[in-house]
């Protein structure tokens, strides 16, 4: 009986390790460009380097140009003059607006990916990332809503349970319904 005890433990602790492994690939799939530019420039700004903020900005622009034609209209044209300005409280702004626009985006990934549920939940991980960064810069209510919504996105996406047990399918309705909160959220700031 002890040599089916030790394989089941070996079978676990295979299953576990690989499982961990796979976790991790979703973990470091890539950089945020979003983020490195944002504490690039803020970095920048503070010390008064505009200079630098501009470099900065032309070397991340054509992911500002993605955000700005996909979610978040005159993101780029409002960072780009905002630097050339040396206007801090409005790059501020628009780099906080950029940070709306990944949450966004995320939540857009993970409507699309909704039969695909580690995907998704990948791109709720992140969307949350993105919305931690943010919720410094939003009032109480605000804050509370945005995440409220993401919260209720994350659970209507089901789960697979474990080989089937605990299986909740996802609730696509109910997602799109939380997704629309979360749009017009970001479009209003």
Known sequence: MKFVHKIVLFLALLFIGSSNLYAYSYAAAGKELTIDS???????????????????????EKNYKYLNDTFISKLHTSLKNAIENKDKKQIVKSLELSL???????????????????????????????????????????????????????????????????????NKEEYIKNQKIIIDIIQSL
Not at 38 to 60: C, H, L, R, S
Not at 134 to 158: P, Y
């Open 38 to 60: 944002k504490e690039a420039i803020m970095k920048a700004i503070n010390a008064d380097d505009f200079d630098t903020a501009k470099k900065v900005f032309i070397k991340y």
């Open 100 to 170: 709306a626009a990944e949450v966004q985006r995320r939540i857009s990934g993970g409507l699309e990916n909704i039969k695909t549920f580690n995907v998704a939940k990948v791109m709720l991980a992140k969307a949350n990332k993105f919305y931690e960064l943010l919720a410094v810069s939003l009032d109480e209510n605000t804050n509370k809503k945005l995440k409220t919504s993401i919260k209720a996105c994350m659970l209507s996406i089901g789960n697979p349970g474990l080989f089937g047990v605990g299986a909740k399918p996802a």
